[in-house]
Structures are given as structure tokens and as C-alpha cells.
């Protein structure tokens, strides 16, 4: 049945438009990661309110390839001038750059494309290969186990990325507040709408994404200063014998894209952090470790193998549970809800939706081919996209962002005002540490959590329990009882640790 | 600032609470379950500086499982100290002009063309200019206030005339294209509304 989902899956894909929507959004991918400051999420979340006129599966395609490309794009830029395009090619810099200056910048960018595309395309094939065991563990869940993941999944957000934790759960259970705004999901009642119609029908998601991803990156990006070659980048080397070079290290690239996959799994871990750990573990492991930091050709193939192994893992916990692993799969997740996806147990019903996730899974497996055709092809070229200005770029965002968010819900005003408080507020949060993915997972996921833990009380009135709970069913339940204790280890895990230290 | 947002957390979570009486049992379930929890989170971060130490350093605590910080430095180390031993060891490579320009950590090396410089006047005036933009479009309309945002942007950030005569007339490009595409009704503003209605 599933391999039935599957064939059908390759020809959408392999289909018109499909097939261009995943070629245009692997190059919008590669051109907002190389150009620093922007990135996938940035890039994915403006051009959210433009997928509106495309059908599920292509606008879930571009969002898929934007991320993607970018993850390879940041290279570029990390290469040729050493300001990373995306936080993800961060480590890149450290063996890229010097390459760069000594005139093997042409190596380098054919080096981190090829190890992009075979880490992703390995990678995504494992995850392929292993969907039936994911289809089965996601059927497990039911109502009361998916409210308690959303909240799982923000209470790992806030231990697994930086800030303190209370800020982490603060933005998070914040973002949940703001989706009770309009109608309830399950009642009559019509909530906090100081009676403005324009309210009734909530804030927006993709306007509160689009506030946060691109309004607030553009407030912080225009506290900043440079991001653009000042001068011409030598383009020499050679692009063969840097793909040769991948291949003679199968050890290192099977090894970063893994490890990659394995904390791109993690929410709130994301990109950056495989990148560098991926990246130490390739100079603890070497014979000639002393070369890293000089232009070692191993520090290029380990940063780039494991960002874009990354994206596999990252979209396991986003399609199955509609938890992010990055940023850039809270907007993805906002991209599947827009075109009416729900994460979860449909997505991998072969008679519903199978197919969407299956149509991702191969479009992830045929963009890696766009990268190594892409990136070895226009390898020489690839200096121009360095010579554009950030300033040049800023408003032209902000434009976008605002056309985009009035064009949601064909001229709501309210969802411009989201956009800009929220910028403005995305950008208080990030400069005070407060996680912007637990904030987003909130607003993204809020109706969701709310209808799952309605049912979950109605359920509870048919469970059989000593004590009159209204949330008896999360007790009664194998699984959302493991998943309590989950919740419950995490949050008091700290307080408890230094007592059980001593 | 912090504590601006903090409030703001706190004190919309608090009407949120307080009106959720208002909503059938249902209806107000969820806001209540989600507001109660800001406000205490909120309240414990205001009032950090006097909690009981275990408590604080739960609350101000901000390690965390991959401190992205942490692992810079790490793999900078790595680098820093294979690099040393080299030198110590084989004083060759620096013979050579390609690996004396790259031979420093990566974190030392000189002229990084994009070391970003923290300029928190742009931030604001970007949110200034954005507000604007969000008054302006209301006011005359967003096809005709999105080149003068852009306008204004450019002007302020100093670039040269054709990139700002450049920049608008793309901006405008685009709009139009929203306006003419997507037939949203961004022509016109309020200003145009109350000529129509009240003077002519």
C-alpha cells in the first residue's frame, strides 16, 4: 500500500509544476543562503503568503526546496568572503575561507556542494527507507499523546536551545495565549476581539511568522554592519578533483551527515549545532588535524555534509508531530497547516495524505541533485551573489513582508499590525534570549493543542479513574503517561539535579 | 526593555485570564490553562533578584544542552591547538605565502569583509520607518507609501541616487503586481475615503 503511495508519489513530483516549483525554490534557496542575514526560515516564511495561490503539494515543495538550498547556499558566502549566509555553514568558514584565499575558492564552493548533495541525498534515503517503522510509531498517537508532544516539544525547546529555560517556556505558553484570540475552536464563544470583526478569525500564523522571521531579522540586520565582499574573490582551483576528494572520504561525510541527522531530530537543535559538532568531531578524528583552520579540504566536506544531513532529521519530528527542528521547520509546519496538512497521523494515512510526505521525502532526494548540478555547474559565477549589499535588500523585505501579510487574508489590516508588533517583539526576544522557535511552535501549533486537549476532557468523562480529573486520560494511557513523566523530568529536571549531584 | 516585554507578557496574560470567565467552561479552558502559566513564569522572572538561591538559579539559568557559544570555542580550540603543534613542530609552511596569510585561527584572522558591528541605532530606526510604513499605507495607501518607504530607507542608509531611484521603481514594480494580480485593494487609503465621503 505505502509503496503503491510511493511510485505515485515520484511522478507528482517528477510532474508539472511540481517539478519547477522544486527547481525555483532550490535556486531561491541557494540565493538567500549564500546572502548573509537572510536564510531558509527568512526566506520560506516570506514567500508563505505567495504559495497561497499554489496547490498543496507545490507550495510545500517550494518551502522544502527553499530549505534546502539555503542549507547549501550558506556555504557560499562562508567560502568567499567568511561571513556565513546561514548560521548552519558557520564552521565552513574555518577551512573555506582560507581555501578561499589562496586562490582554491572554485574547490571549495565544488567541495561543499558535493558533500551537500551526497549527505543529503544519503540521508533522506535512510529516512525513506525507514517510513514504515516512522508510519507505525506515529499511528500509536492519539489525541491526548498530541497535546502532550506540543508540549513536550516545547519544554525540549527551551532546555535544548540557549536562553533559560523559563524564558523558553514563557515565549512558548505566550504564543499559545495568542491563538485563543477569535473564535474557539470547539465552542460558540468569540474570544478577545474587542468586538473589531477583523479579529474574529484569530491571528494569523503566517503573519506572526512573517513577523518574526523576516521583520525581526531585518530590524537586526540593520543594526548591523557589513555582510558583502569588498573586493574581487580569485576564483581559482579546480572542480574534479574536489569532487574526488568527497569520495575518497566516505568515512567523514557518512559520519557528518549522521550526526547531522541525529541532532536535526532534536527539537530546538537545529543546523548550527551539527554543524559545529560535526566540524570538531571531523579535527578530533584526523591524523593531519594540525592543517584545520588552514584551508583542510575534511573541515569543508564535515560542515557541509552534516548541515544538509540535518534537514532529513529535522523534518521527521515537524511532518510527524508538528514539532520543529529548526526554524525553519516551524515555518514549514506553518506552510503544511496553511494549505490544511495537519502534522500528525494523516500524513501518513495512505489513504490521505501519504503521499504529501512521501512527495517531500523525494523532492528533498531530487533537490540534492539540483545542488551538485547547480553548485558545480555555476561554480565560477557563484562571486556575484557575494557583491550584493544587505542594505539594499532590507527594505525590499520589509515591502514584500507587508504586501505578503495584507495580501493573507485579502486586506485584513490587523495581520500588517501582527507583522510589525511581532517584529518589533521578535526582536526584543532574540536580544534578550527569549527562544523564538518555543514562540513560534506556539503560535503555530495553539488551535491544534487546544482542539487535542478538548477531546482529551471529553475522553477523560469515559475513563474509569479513582479521582474525578478532567484530564483523566493522560493517566490511563501507556503512552501519554510516558510522555507526562517526559514533560515532568524535563521541567523539574533542573531544579532536581543539583540535589541528586550531591 | 526586558522589563517592557516582560510586562507585556504579563499584563496580556492577565486580561486574557480575567476574561476567560467570561467564555462557556470550554471556550475558556485553554486561554486560562496558557495565561496562568505566563503569568507565573512572568512573575518569577520580574521577581528573579529576590527568589529563594535554588529557585533563582533555576530562573536565571541559562545553559543548555548545546550551547552554540560553547561549541564556537571548542572547535576554535581544536583548531587553535593542532595549529600550534604544527608550528612547533614544522616551521615550513610558513615559508610558503599562501599558508603564512591563512596561517592564523580562523578567529584571528585579520580584515573579516562582514564582521558584523553591532549598530543598535539602525535597529531602531528601521522599527521607527516600518511604523511609518504601516501609517503611511493605511493613510494613502500601500502602492503609493511602498516606494516612499523605500525611498526613505535608502536615503537614510546613504546609498547612491540610482540605487534609491532604482530600489523605488522595483518596489513599485512590485506592488503593483499585488495590486494588479492579486486585485488587492492597496490604491487607495483613508485619505482618499474621507475626500470622497466628506469633500467631494
Known sequence: MS???????????????VAFWLLAGMLIGIIVGSLPGLGASLGMAILL?????????????????????????????????????????????????PMSRQGQAVTALSLSATSSALAGFLTVAVLIIASPVLITVVRWFGSPEYFLIAILGLAMITIVAQGAMVKGLIA????????????????????????????????SFVAALIGLFAIAEMLKLAGERGGISRGEVRMGGDVLPAVKSVLNHPVT???????????????????????FVAYTEAVRSADDSSTFGKGNEVGVIASEASNNGTIGGSVVPAIAFGIPGSAATAVLIGGLIMHGLVPGPELFDADANLVVTYSVFIALLLGNIVILLVGLGLVTRAGYLTRIDTKYIIPMIIALAFLGAFALRSGNWFDVVTIVALGIMGYYMKRYNYSIIAFVLGVVLGSIAEENLYRSVVLSRRVDF??????????????????????VAIILGPIIRPYLDR | MEHVLLATFIGTSAYMFIESYEFQAAG??????????????????????????????????????????????????????????????????EDSPAAAEAGSSPAETEEP???????????????????????????????WATPLFVIAYTVWSGQRWYA?????????????LFYDVLNLDIASGWIHDWLVQEVL
Open chain 2, 28 to 93: 475558556g479552558m485553554f486561554p486560562r490553562f496558557t495565561s496562568a502559566i505566563v503569568i507565573v513564569l512572568g512573575l518569577l522572572l520580574v521577581f528573579r533578584a529576590y527568589l529563594p538561591a535554588p529557585l533563582q538559579r533555576v530562573v536565571t539559568d541559562e545553559d543548555a544542552m548545546f550551547d552554540v557559544d560553547e561549541l564556537v570555542e571548542e572547535a576554535d580550540v581544536e583548531v587553535d591547538t593542532q595549529a600550534d603543534e604544527a608550528n612547533e613542530t614544522d616551521t615550513s609552511d
Open chain 1, 3 to 17: 509503496f503503491a503511495v510511493f511510485v505515485e508519489a515520484i511522478g507528482v513530483v517528477l510532474s508539472w509544476p
Open chain 1, 172 to 203: 512558548g505558553f505566550f504564543g499559545l495565549s495568542l491563538t485563543t484570540i477569535g473564535s474557539a475552536p470547539m465552542t460558540a464563544d468569540v474570544r478577545y476581539t474587542f468586538g473589531q470583526f477583523a479579529l474574529f478569525d484569530g491571528v
Open chain 1, 49 to 97: 503568503p505567495l504559495t497561497l495561490a499554489l496547490d498543496g503539494i507545490s507550495a510545500i515543495i517550494l518551502l522544502i526546496s527553499i530549505y534546502s538550498g539555503a542549507m547549501y547556499g550558506g556555504s557560499i558566502s562562508a567560502i568567499l568572503v567568511n561571513a556565513p549566509g546561514t548560521s548552519a555553514a558557520a564552521a565552513t568558514t574555518f577551512d573555506g575561507y
Open chain 1, 466 to 487: 479513582p479521582i474525578d480529573l478532567p484530564i483523566s486520560i493522560f493517566f490511563v494511557r501507556p503512552l501519554s503517561l510516558l510522555l507526562l513523566v517526559g514533560i
Open chain 2, 113 to 143: 569583509a562582514s564582521e558584523p558591528v553591532i549598530v543598535s541605532r539602525g535597529s531602531f530606526i528601521t522599527g521607527g520607518l516600518c511604523i511609518a510604513y504601516l501609517l503611511a499605507s493605511y493613510i494613502i495607501g500601500m502602492l
Open chain 1, 253 to 275: 561525510l557518512l559520519k557528518s551527515a549522521f550526526i547531522g541527522m541525529g541532532i536535526g531530530a532534536i527539537p530546538g537543535a537545529g543546523s548550527t549545532v551539527s554543524n
Open chain 2, 164 to 176: 534609491i531611484v532604482g530600489l523605488a521603481i522595483l518596489s513599485f514594480v512590485l506592488a503593483f
